[in-house]
């Protein structure tokens, strides 16, 4: 069965203060990794796919990487606006399978 | 564009009610999905539409029934409800069913009484 865990589970960071959110994966045939950012009562906010190991993206101050294990998505000065759950998910070979988020909080 | 859009935002029902969820999107995505999230919890997978055709049932209970009318939209219709359905239910769709990457609706709000 697939497996995706995220850590920290809860992060709180002061403006300015990079950092990196962690997502280990067991897949059976990795077709792609997913990192969404979701706010509070909305739905998941698509931010990033990944597809084969060593594959970096950029989007303004986020930077998600991928390894065969895990994906990293790095915050780099981070605004309060940026406070919210990021998610990671790996789609298999049937279905994508979620992360329980990393609750990000960028305090001013 | 990229919106999937969901009716209605937020939904109360009794247990013996009947009531259904609308998902909409006009990307031209053939795949749709729902979702259902408890708080603090991850999107949890109810059932997967390829071509509008169920391909995936996540052995959810019978008193959640989709459905599929055509390839822009997704119905999901709720009867005899428990308290512990209630919940945000999320609208996706991709543009396959394979290594594509899911848009999500903003969600219904689900409260059974």
């Known amino acids: 069965e697939d497996q995706v865990t995220q850590s920290p589970e809860a992060l709180r960071l002061q403006e300015g203060e990079s950092s990196s959110l962690n997502c280990s994966y067991t897949?059976?045939?990795?077709?792609?990794l997913f990192w969404y950012r979701q706010d509070p009562g909305k739905g998941p906010e698509f931010l990033f796919t990944?597809?084969?190991a060593g594959e970096e993206k950029e989007k303004e101050r986020l930077k998600a990487t991928l390894t065969k294990k895990e994906s990293f998505l790095h915050i780099t000065a981070p605004k309060p606006e940026d406070s919210a759950t990021y998610l990671c998910a790996v789609m298999g070979y049937q279905k994508v399978t979620f992360g329980t988020g990393t609750k990000l909080q960028v305090i001013p | 564009d990229t919106e999937v859009t969901q009716t209605p935002k937020h939904l109360v029902m009794g247990m013996t009610n009947k009531k259904s969820l609308k998902c909409e999107q006009h990307m031209g995505h053939r795949a749709m999905y729902w979702y259902k999230q408890k708080a603090k919890k991850p999107p949890e997978l109810m059932f997967v539409?390829?071509?509008?055709?169920?391909?995936i049932n996540e052995s959810v209970p019978s008193r959640f029934s989709p459905e599929c009318p055509n390839s822009s939209l997704l119905n999901l219709h709720l009867h005899a409800l428990q308290p512990e359905d209630s919940a945000l239910y999320l609208c996706?769709?991709?543009?396959?069913?394979?290594?594509?990457?899911?848009?999500f609706g903003p969600g219904t709000r689900l409260t059974v009484t």
């Open positions: 990944l597809y084969s």
């Open positions: 539409y390829s071509y509008e055709k169920l391909s």
């Open positions: 897949v059976s045939g990795l077709r792609g």
């Open positions: 996706a769709s991709s543009q396959g069913r394979q290594s594509y990457e899911q848009y």
